[in-house]
């Protein structure tokens, strides 16, 4: 058995196993919401300072980039920080996921040029379920799967050809 101090630096032992579906979407929405709540007191706060559109830009990266490491070491479990390729794909599942929901919006004010504040907290707040629950699909299946379980399970047999025959006799 090897121990922690043997083992290559970077690398850790999982002690335990990833959490099941629904523990995970709990924790999912909790950090999401969550990061949500704190992303929405902070725009304000910052746009006291730049304009808002810059504000809300880094806003949302920082908070894109804190919940892409809470989801891996909290909410899908994989024992290991986030590295390039899962901010990547995390950043790109969050960009699919506010483009949906602008687009429920502006379809929203193509059908009805002046929809009341809850027709549009409606539209936008389900768009933004439906959005959040093909993120949190995209990042269990695909982003912090444990890839390392799958196993390519296709052997191709080879059959040994024989040696040609050489004679003596030149």
């Known amino acids: 058995?090897?121990?922690?101090?043997?083992?290559?630096?970077?690398?850790?032992?999982?002690?335990?196993?990833?959490?099941?579906?629904?523990?995970?979407?709990?924790?999912?929405?909790?950090?999401g919401g969550g990061v949500g709540v704190l992303s929405s007191a902070a725009v304000p706060l910052l746009a006291a300072l730049m304009p808002w559109a810059a504000a809300n830009a880094l806003i949302t990266v920082a908070s894109t980039i804190l919940c892409t490491e809470l989801h891996a070491?909290?909410?899908?479990?994989?024992?290991?920080?986030?590295?390039?390729?899962?901010?990547?794909q995390?950043?790109?599942?969050?960009t699919a996921a506010y483009a949906a929901t602008s687009a429920a919006i502006l379809i929203l004010h193509t059908v009805q040029p002046t929809p009341g504040m809850l027709t549009e907290q409606l539209v936008y707040l389900s768009a933004s379920g439906l959005a959040g629950i093909g993120r949190f699909l995209v990042l269990r299946l695909f982003v912090f799967a444990d890839h390392g379980t799958r196993t390519a399970a296709i052997t191709i047999p080879v059959r040994p050809t024989p040696a040609p025959a050489f004679s003596a006799a030149a």
């Open 1 to 31: 058995m090897k121990s922690l101090l043997s083992q290559k630096p970077g690398t850790a032992a999982k002690e335990t196993t990833a959490p099941g579906a629904l523990t995970s979407f709990i924790r999912f929405v909790v950090c």
């Open 73 to 88: 070491l909290f909410t899908f479990g994989t024992g290991r920080r986030p590295g390039w390729r899962e901010h990547w």
């Open 90 to 94: 995390s950043a790109g599942s969050a």
